[in-house]
């Protein structure tokens, strides 16, 4: 089919690209290297939105996945190597909309089709991955918190830009229905697949038996896909919904309303600390973060108290490291020349059981332990009278005298 720009301007001149999407090619601009683009049009097309950018003669935008795309003319070169995508195996019969109705089913959580799919999101060893956050879960990492719980592959979500796009995935139960007008959302790389997992069979029996008066968020259909009407995004989970250390180079980001990302923030490993990287035109996005200064150029992490550990060997000797994807592990130093590589590498968690229950233990106050639930299900959540934080999230605290099993664990990377 021969298909012919749509219009011409100011994106397609700056970046000399263009997509073919829907028949036509329209210029574009790339979104997490090319996981997804936003197009645009001078007309009106089905699909596309009205937000006209200062000087700009294309008024109509819309964000698609590079999946939707028929064709990319133009494109840099990758600088790195891209995610596996989602894979279909062909059928005449068995297509995308008979693919998003299984994941959409419970019953259908072992269908060997959906499953084959499912195993083709893969994560590995520097992966970015997102969490997106209301803003008071925002105001949470800055202050010390560390990656848990739900989250997924940025290739899979980098088309979901807007508030009302990315509602879907927010584990806060507002969704959409507070009225916010930016989205927020931690960006980080990961360590080593194995610390994921896909929240799918046995041990994630229970979070799909959650009432939605025991829980927040969407419900867990157990088929390791997002409960949606029109997206087919696999979600993962944090093994046994564990904190995991901070890599270097996290950051936290904005969506406003136009769906342009705005790096808020980025982690600084050796300070302990989030950077400030917002200008001044910006600063407006952090109005609903409660007790965060807009103007604060920096916020310290260091007294935060910390679930998790990543520890290395050196010499023989062990210390506190670093995820610094994707150059691997290295000793946390202030210095640059005492950034060791290190010889090993390990994720510290301690575990516990309460009322038989399998427990992370986060933290420790006068002899109470604060408990979050690595198996959630209703009769561990009634058992514990543990509440809900977010979506998977269960904690409670529990008296240290009732705690069983108290144990750290180590878990070891393949370096």
Known sequence: ???????????????????AYGGAVYPAE????????ELFSADEVAGFEWAPRPGSVLPWRTFVHVTEVTAVHGAPEPVEEPEAPLLVPLHREHGWAYLHRLSQQPLAADDALLTKVRRSAVIRPGTRMVKVLSPRQLAGYVRGWLPHGFCYREYDV????????????RGDGAGARDGTEVTYALRWRAADPADYDVPVGPGHHGLTMLTPRDRLGAAVLGTGFVPSSSQLVPEFVTRDF?????PANAALLAYPADGTEVVLYTYQAEQRGWLRMVGPQWR?????????SPDQEYVPTGDAPRSTQLVGGYAGGEYEAV???????RVLAMTRAARYPVDSAARRVRFARWRRVPCL??????????????QP?????????AQCHERGIYEAWAPGTEVTDDQVVDHPYVL
């Open 242 to 246: 564990a904190d995991l250390p901070m």
């Open 377 to 385: 299900g209703p009769e561990a959540v009634a058992t514990t009278g």
């Open 323 to 329: 995820a610094d994807m994707p150059g691997g592990f």
């Open 361 to 374: 233990v986060l933290r420790e106050e006068a002899g109470w332990l604060r408990l979050r639930l690595c």
């Open 284 to 292: 407006h996005l952090l109005a609903a973060v409660p007790g965060l």
């Open 158 to 169: 980098a088309h979901l830009r807007t508030p009302a796009a990315t509602a879907v995935l």
């Open 1 to 19: 089919m021969s298909v012919t720009p749509r219009a011409s301007g100011a994106a397609g001149e700056r970046t000399g690209l263009h997509v």
């Open 30 to 37: 790339e979104i997490a290297r090319g996981a997804a683009y």
